[in-house]
């Protein structure tokens, strides 16, 4: 899960499969319980650092030189053949305004800076719903996402 809409569209997919986990009553049944509750662990302790992460994004300041630098290395761009810069002044300039950006603490930190990336890979790049949902998932807009990720905990 990495925005609010996917969380959104896993929650919808759930209710209509009427149910996220199933285990089957058979010999081995709590074996089977035990396997899930290491599965939730294991999910919420991924959760809890996650959410970890993104608050020492938030606690981090970016100001607008720290912005560029990051959004070079994201899109790998090279400002002196202007490789990329096209994305990297997209995206400068949608990160005030990218959703969850106008929240008291979030401007001018890591956090926003991330939020701006991931607003505009998962609404603005691509040419279609249906590009954008394959690459975001699949494709290259999850290696941006990663490397975003990666390179955002570097700064804080």
């Known amino acids: ?46 959760f809890d650092i996650s959410m970890e992460q993104y608050r020492s994004m938030v606690k981090t300041k970016l100001p607008i030189e720290g912005l560029e630098n990051y959004l070079v290395e994201v899109f ?14 997209k995206v400068k300039d949608l990160v005030p305004t990218a959703p969850g950006n106008d929240i008291l603490g979030v401007p001018g930190t890591v956090w926003g800076a991330y939020q701006g990336i991931t607003y505009f890979l998962d609404h603005e790049r691509g040419h ?29």
């Open 128 to 156: 279609s719903v249906d590009t954008r949902l394959e690459s975001s998932w699949f494709g290259n807009s999850a290696k941006v996402r990663d490397r975003a990720h990666r390179l955002a905990l570097e700064l804080v």
């Open 76 to 89: 790998e761009a090279d400002p002196q053949e202007g490789k990329n810069m096209r994305m990297v002044n």
């Open 1 to 46: 899960v990495v925005c609010m809409n996917t969380v959104k569209m896993a929650i919808a997919d759930a209710s209509r499969r009427k149910g996220l986990i199933k285990v089957r009553h058979t010999t081995k049944l709590q074996e089977a319980i035990n396997a899930v509750r290491n599965f939730i662990d294991l999910t919420k302790r991924s």
